[in-house]
């Protein structure tokens, strides 16, 4: 019969007790159901002022092995399709904004977008959005969308919102955003897309949706 030797536990020290985000959160073991996974354990790897980043031991649907995933919580975006047709209702310009992105390391063509603050609605975000950095405001607004951006690691979803009958106003931009408002004809910001020279994803789907359903008459 093997034998097994107990090791004596070296005691915690002062400043391990008092670095609780280090430390995994265990729960029970259990099995996964048929849609979820089972969290077997999480870490708080990252903390910073926009998402934080987790280390998690889980149990994915359908399998009977702990992986380890490394995943960003974020609260969740809204992006705002405003849409004037007060002009040209046949071809409206689109509300866009170029701005730099660092990440990116470029300048992107974009709609307008934000992120969603605590216990905020998202209708709330995207008003208080557009105006920020566009200074519109809209009388009408539906939603078009939710998705993920990049699911296999980011756990920001994106809700897409088309706001039209709009006003102009002032902006009011965070102190290090530097926009410059680029009204865009449908008809060019669809060229734009089909030439590969809008590459950001909020944008193609937002703009690609709408003018999908314009020309299906759901609008």
């Not at 102190?175 to 030439?195: F, G, M, N, Y």
């Amino acid at each position: 019969m093997a034998t097994s030797t107990k090791r004596p536990v070296a005691p915690k020290s002062k400043s391990a007790s008092k670095s609780p985000a280090s430390k995994p959160k265990t729960t029970a073991k259990k099995k996964p159901s048929a849609t979820k996974a089972a969290l077997i354990s999480s870490k708080l790897s990252y903390k910073g002022t926009v998402f934080s980043v987790y280390t998690d031991q889980v149990m994915e649907p359908r399998s009977t092995t702990v992986h380890t995933r490394d995943v960003i919580r974020h609260n969740g975006s809204i992006v705002v399709l405003a849409v004037d047709e007060s002009v040209n209702p046949k071809d409206p310009d689109l509300i866009l904004i170029r701005q730099y992105r660092h990440a990116a390391g470029q300048f992107l063509l974009e709609l307008p977008a934000g992120r969603i603050e605590p216990k905020e609605a998202p209708l709330a975000a995207a008003k208080r959005e557009m105006i920020e950095e566009t200074g519109f405001r809209a009388k009408r607004w539906t939603s078009l969308t939710k998705y993920y951006a990049s699911p296999g690691f980011l756990g920001e979803s994106m809700q897409i919102y088309l706001a039209r009958d709009l006003s102009h106003g002032a902006s009011n931009p965070e102190d290090d955003e530097h926009i410059e408002i680029v009204r865009t004809p449908l008809s060019k910001a669809l060229a734009l897309i089909a030439a590969n020279k809008i590459h950001d994803g909020k944008t193609l789907i937002g703009v690609s949706l709408y003018a999908a359903a314009r020309r299906e008459g759901r609008l």
